[in-house]
């Protein structure tokens, strides 16, 4: 199971410090949208800087500017842009074919989809590469977590992400859906020792 490390803080220099110290037990690092929001393409070009060999995945949210904000956090150094299920459908599939002309991936996140089984069996057909299961960070229900994840993993054979504002007591409920891979933020990243948390989770998740 892949593990996904969310760094989503105010603090661009701060993050890189954590991330330089954990990103090896990641399998990607995701640059979260508070980063984007305040320091925009810089924040890419930080991480690519400090991390040469990861995976980025910039969690841009495209939902319309497909053709220019895809090319944009691509150039700037991500692998991955992600683009909201709830996009024009030109807009996704337009994200979709300049991520794969630039040999980069894209990641459809399900947040605001208006129904997540429809939008899981439309991604494929417009070229989407994985999928993000994602709950609201201030809304978290395992109840809905395991009922809507019914849905979308029958409805397609994309590789899935959960994200959930998973912590030590949560990991478990996603770990029993089986996903691809986990996306694990503040747990690990405003944890008091980072290096133990990241440590822990990517045991547990390559179990």
Same mark, same amino acid.
Not at 46 to 56: D, G, M, Q, V, Y
Not at 125 to 145: C, K, N, R, T
Not at 154 to 178: H, M, W, Y
């Given at each position: 199971? $892949?593990?996904?490390?969310?760094?989503?803080?105010?603090?661009?220099?701060?993050?890189?410090?954590?991330?330089? +110290?954990?990103?090896?037990?990641?399998?990607?690092?995701?640059?979260?949208?508070?980063?984007?929001? $305040?320091?925009?393409?810089?924040?890419?070009? $930080?991480?690519?800087?400090?991390?040469?060999?990861?995976?980025?995945v910039?969690?841009?949210?495209?939902?319309?500017?497909?053709?220019?904000?895809?090319?944009?956090?691509?150039?700037?150094?991500?692998?991955?842009?992600?683009?909201?299920?709830?996009?024009?459908?030109?807009?996704?599939?337009?994200?979709?074919?300049?991520?794969?002309?630039?040999? +980069?991936?894209?990641?459809?996140?399900?947040?605001?989809?208006?129904?997540?089984? %429809?939008?899981?069996?439309?991604? +494929?057909?417009?070229?989407?590469?994985?999928?993000?299961?994602? %709950?609201?960070?201030?809304?978290?229900?395992e109840?809905a977590?395991?009922?809507?994840?019914?849905?979308? $993993?029958g409805?397609?054979?994309?590789?899935?992400?959960?994200?959930?504002?998973i912590?030590?007591?949560?990991?478990?409920?996603?770990?029993?859906?089986?996903?691809?891979?986990?996306?694990?933020?503040?747990?690990?990243?405003?944890?008091?020792?980072?290096?133990?948390?990241?440590?822990?989770?990517?045991?547990?998740? +390559?179990?």
């Amino acid at each position: 199971m $892949k593990l996904q490390i969310a760094f989503n803080s105010a603090n661009l220099e701060q993050d890189l410090e954590i991330a330089q +110290k954990i990103a090896h037990l990641a399998d990607r690092i995701e640059i979260g949208p508070i980063l984007l929001s $305040k320091y925009g393409l810089l924040a890419i070009e $930080k991480f690519r800087a400090a991390l040469p060999n990861c995976r980025l995945v910039a969690n841009s949210k495209i939902i319309e500017f497909g053709h220019d904000l895809t090319r944009l956090n691509l150039e700037a150094g991500a692998d991955w842009v992600t683009v909201l299920a709830g996009a024009n459908k030109n807009v996704i599939h337009t994200t979709c074919t300049i991520a794969h002309q630039m040999g +980069k991936k894209v990641l459809m996140d399900l947040i605001d989809a208006r129904s997540r089984g %429809q939008s899981a069996l439309e991604a +494929k057909s417009y070229g989407i590469d994985a999928i993000m299961f994602h %709950q609201p960070h201030d809304d978290y229900d395992e109840v809905a977590l395991t009922d809507e994840w019914d849905m979308v $993993k029958g409805n397609t054979d994309l590789p899935i992400f959960i994200s959930a504002q998973i912590t030590r007591a949560t990991l478990q409920a996603a770990l029993n859906l089986v996903p691809y891979g986990i996306s694990i933020g503040k747990a690990i990243t405003q944890a008091e020792d980072p290096l133990t948390e990241a440590e822990y989770f990517h045991q547990m998740l +390559k179990v």
